[in-house]
């Protein structure tokens, strides 16, 4: 039962809350990309979540990876910046309409192993050109693609 | 009388909010920066404000820079986020404690003449080398001074 249903350019869905949140590419030296399946809707995506009061960015960043994936990382940079009000994120559980607001940082495994979580019910190592293939909310396949392009400034939008 | 008072490592204001904010820096061809006074403070500083529902990080920044200078801008690119979570600000009127949260966008002027607003005083293309002498909070000048010392990669913070 999907708690997390993703929108794209819906007029019946207007925000309620926009939440300082981060995704995190971890690529290792062969280029791999570390992605998780989400246990809320099934999809494939990059390890990430909201940055709670008292913690940074980059905190939030190497918190959120270790807890989805068991990976320790160290943050290398930003890929973009996504924060389209077209795209709502709607939590079931307590009809919160979420607008995004989504910093994507670049980073590189500094230890662990992978693992699951209650958030991740798969944790890999991810070929780029596998990335395709794997089922993905609109949203995060772009951010993917803005990385895997690999131009020289993070993506504004 | 101030009714924003900005604190930095200061353990008796834990934070009570968080939102996501826009600083624009937009210098003009001759490599002026145009800032304002703040009517809440009193201090210098770059136009912004907080992003609004509905809108995007770039909107919000054309959008706050027009209200407080008079000065239309396209963006051109991201000098750095700050997300420092020892730099408080207090705004006295509801006791919210915010969470530094703020995007620092790059823009140069399309068109407008300078006027003052509600939010500010005084409206001005300062010269790069007389951002120093004027009365700024820390963290303002911290974001100027990164964004004057040009690096090639925004300041992750």
């Given amino acids: 039962m999907p708690s997390r249903i993703d929108y794209f350019d819906d007029p019946q869905a207007p925000p309620n809350s926009m939440v300082p949140s981060v995704n995190v590419i971890v690529s290792d030296e062969k280029g791999r990309i570390l992605l998780i399946r989400r246990t809320d809707n099934g999809n494939w995506a990059v390890p990430g979540g909201a940055i709670d009061l008292g913690e ?3 905190q939030a960043a190497v918190r ?3 807890e989805e994936t068991g990976i320790h990382c160290e943050i290398t ?5 996504y924060t389209d009000p077209k795209h709502l994120i709607h939590y079931t559980s307590n009809d919160e ?3 995004e607001f989504s910093l ?3 980073a590189r495994p500094t230890g662990g192993e992978p693992r699951t979580s209650s958030e991740s019910s798969e944790v890999c190592w991810v070929e780029a050109q596998g990335v395709e293939g794997l089922p993905m909310d ?4 772009m951010r993917l693609e803005h990385y895997l392009a690999g131009g020289s400034h993070p993506y504004l939008g």
Same sequence: chains 1, 2.
């Fill in 56 to 58: 940074s960015m980059t």
């Fill in 64 to 66: 959120e990876t270790f």
């Fill in 77 to 81: 940079g930003l890929a973009g910046v």
């Fill in 97 to 99: 309409v979420r607008q």
């Fill in 104 to 106: 994507v940082l670049t």
């Fill in 138 to 141: 609109r949203s995060m396949r």
